[in-house]
């Protein structure tokens, strides 16, 4: 087996940041994921794709026989079915040191089966949203959240995309390489234009890998450390810069609040947990903050004595505030003060 010669595939749910990190490592480390082979597909062509350059476009009938060869690792991907051809991939090792392709996350544990006897080898990376271990509830929420931002899906495929990650994550074992991305696609403050939001691309020139968020830079040096082969196979993660954490908590922390209403309080507020599937808690406080009228879900609280339930209260804890300013802090003190709510000594 030639060991300098690599196979490597990425892989992970929607969203998590695959489109951003590739179009940077192509901008900023020319050539090195530039080979890559034409997949075989049982979807129809979509407009400007050529058979033979984008995909071989074949029935779906014909991709499933090919698993009976071993020349071809086939795959169900959502829908519909994919293939890679070994023999492609060899033929374009002739003359690049490495060949690179996104896969769908079904394709991992077939590649380590059919590749193994071929005469290279493969590198397997996958990108977590969160840590491996993360209760499927939160991953379906963290992802529902980062599908919305994004802004590019109906909400059906929003759904399915969301419930499907988890099955997704739990396939990351199969691969050689497991990074715990602190950016996904959504996030713009971090990748500038290669970032997507409400539709459309973000603000700011990416001329130089320093133009970068340091989180969406880290994930680059970090990729292309594997793909060079200087990483060894394992888990790769990095703790966000502490403002990033602290907001990713948050959203988490205005999520338990919509939930002990609900179950403490009988109160279910379905305009505040659609927000909550759209945007950032961060965002969604300071939309309430600065309203001209207190919301409906406030005066419910009130009316029931929770007013401890109310964002306004949770703005107040003393973790939350590095994200607010005094001036936010006064505001929901006083909002809390004029219905008479009875702060902790």
């Not at 590749?115 to 993360?134: C, D, G, K, S, V």
Request: hydrophobic share 35%.
């Amino acid at each position: 087996m030639t060991s300098n010669k690599q196979f490597v595939i990425l892989s992970g749910p929607a969203c998590v940041g695959k489109g951003p990190l590739q179009a940077a490592v192509r901008k900023f480390y020319p050539g090195l994921i530039d080979a890559h082979p034409v997949l075989c597909t049982s979807r129809p062509p979509r407009k400007n794709e050529i058979h033979g350059k984008d995909y071989y476009f074949l029935p779906e009938s014909f991709i499933k026989s090919l698993e009976k060869s071993s020349d071809f690792v086939v795959s169900p991907v959502r829908t519909d079915w994919q293939a890679i051809h070994l023999s492609q991939i060899e033929e374009l090792l002739r003359t690049n040191d490495r060949v690179f392709a996104e896969v769908f996350y079904t394709f991992g544990p077939v590649l380590l089966e059919r590749a193994a006897t071929r005469q290279f080898e493969n590198t397997r990376i996958f990108l977590l949203p969160l840590p491996y271990a993360t209760p499927a509830e939160q991953v379906v929420k963290e992802m529902k959240m980062k599908l919305n931002r994004r802004g590019t899906d109906s909400k059906e495929k929003i759904d399915d995309r969301a419930s499907s990650a988890p099955n997704e994550i739990e396939k990351a074992m199969m691969y050689t390489h497991r990074i715990v991305t602190p950016v996904g696609e959504d996030d713009i403050n971090e990748w500038k234009s290669l970032g997507t939001y409400g539709g459309g691309k973000g603000q700011g020139e990416v001329n130089s890998i320093e133009d970068l968020g340091p989180n969406a830079k880290w994930l680059v040096q970090i990729f292309v450390e594997i793909v060079k082969g200087k990483l060894p196979p394992g888990d790769y993660s990095r703790e966000m810069n502490t403002t990033s954490g602290l907001e990713h908590e948050f959203d988490m922390a205005m999520m338990d609040i919509y939930h002990r209403a609900k179950t403490e309080a009988r109160y279910n507020a379905t305009r505040y947990l659609q927000m909550l599937e759209e945007h950032r808690g961060l965002e969604i406080a300071r939309i309430l903050l600065h309203a001209t009228r207190v919301s409906d879900g406030y005066t419910a609280l009130w009316e029931r004595k929770r007013l401890d339930l109310t964002v306004e209260a949770l703005i107040l804890q003393k973790k939350w505030y590095p994200l607010f300013s005094d001036q936010e802090r006064d505001i929901a003190r006083k909002r809390l003060e004029e219905y008479k709510y009875e702060f902790k000594k």
